[in-house]
Each structure stands twice: as C-alpha cells, then as structure tokens.
C-alpha cells in the first residue's frame, strides 16, 4: 500500500529568503494532498522542530504552510534531525497504515528531503519521489535549481539493487 509523506513544509520556508519555487511546490503538493485522499492513499506529515530556528516548536515558522495541512486523524510525526526516521515514530506510524510505498515531497532537498528517502530506501521502502513536489533554498554554492537537478539525478541512479528509488512527476506517483 503507498503512502503519502510530506515532509517540513512548513511557514519557516516561506520566510527571506523563500525557498525556491515555493507557490509552484506548494501546488503540485496540494494537488497530491487531493489525489491520495481521494484514492484512499494515506497521508503522513513530517514536521520538523529545533529550537533557536524558524523551526522552532510552537512558532509561526513550525505551523504548516500554504494549505498543505493535516486534515483530522492524518498522522503527524515530528522530528529534530534531517532524517524522519532517526528517533521518531514515522516507520511505526508507516507500518501500522501498511505502507511498503512511499510518495516523498516537501521540503528541503538536500537536507531532509534527501536524507528521509534514502533512510525509507534503506528501511526496505519502495520511494517515489515526486520531482516536481520538492525544493530549496538557494544556497552560496549552488542554486536551488542546481540542487534539485543534482538529487533529481541522483536518485534514480543510486546503485540500490534491493530497494528501488523512482523518480516521477507528481501525477505519475499515484500511477505507479
């Protein structure tokens, strides 16, 4: 059974300088959110928390932004590190829906983003990752354009013979 997991979208992003593409992102997950409900796909949201940051618990940056939003009896799992994995209940919550596929989107690509779907990989977890439904921020070394590339490349062709990572529009996710 597939999953949806979106991960730290929340009001912090928003903040200067925004990430990148944000209103775009911020549709495509919409457009998700609508598609698992209506498809029976469960969701689960990430919610990332560290004091002294926009992040911080209990702030205006830690509220989820744009819509992109738990409805009632949606699982919520909050973290504290760039893995949603590490020292949470996401693969219990995960297991007990059933979930053997994930469909990754949010926030930000190189840190959480990327860590999360190779942590789901690694769990045993086929991962679609949806390429239009994540991004960043700009960064000194690189632009969030040159980031998202750089991973949409990387994904899919991560030597991972056991567990498979897709890279896949948004629409196609719930396809496959």
């Not at 830690?62 to 973290?79: D, M, R, S």
């Not at 919550?93 to 840190?111: K, P, Q």
């Amino acid at each position: 059974m597939k999953a949806l997991l979106v991960i730290d979208f929340q009001k912090a992003i928003s903040f200067e300088p925004a990430a990148h593409a944000l209103m775009e992102t911020r549709d495509v997950l919409l457009q998700a959110l609508e598609t698992a409900r209506s498809q029976g796909i469960p969701v689960v949201f990430v919610q990332h928390s560290e004091a002294g940051t926009p992040f911080e618990r209990n702030t205006e940056g830690w509220e989820f932004f744009g819509g992109v939003a738990p409805l009632a009896g949606e699982a919520v799992v909050e973290k504290a590190s760039c893995d949603a994995f590490r020292h949470t209940r996401l693969d219990e919550v995960l297991r007990s829906l059933g979930a053997d596929t994930l469909i990754i989107g949010g926030y930000a690509t190189e840190f959480c983003i990327d860590t999360s779907i190779r942590a789901a990989a690694s769990k045993g977890y086929k991962t679609l990752v949806m390429q239009d439904g994540h991004t960043t921020r700009n960064r000194e070394h690189l632009s969030a354009t040159e980031i998202k590339k750089h991973h949409n490349w990387i994904w899919p062709n991560m030597a991972n013979p056991a567990y498979e990572i897709c890279l896949l529009p948004a629409a196609d996710c719930f396809k496959a």
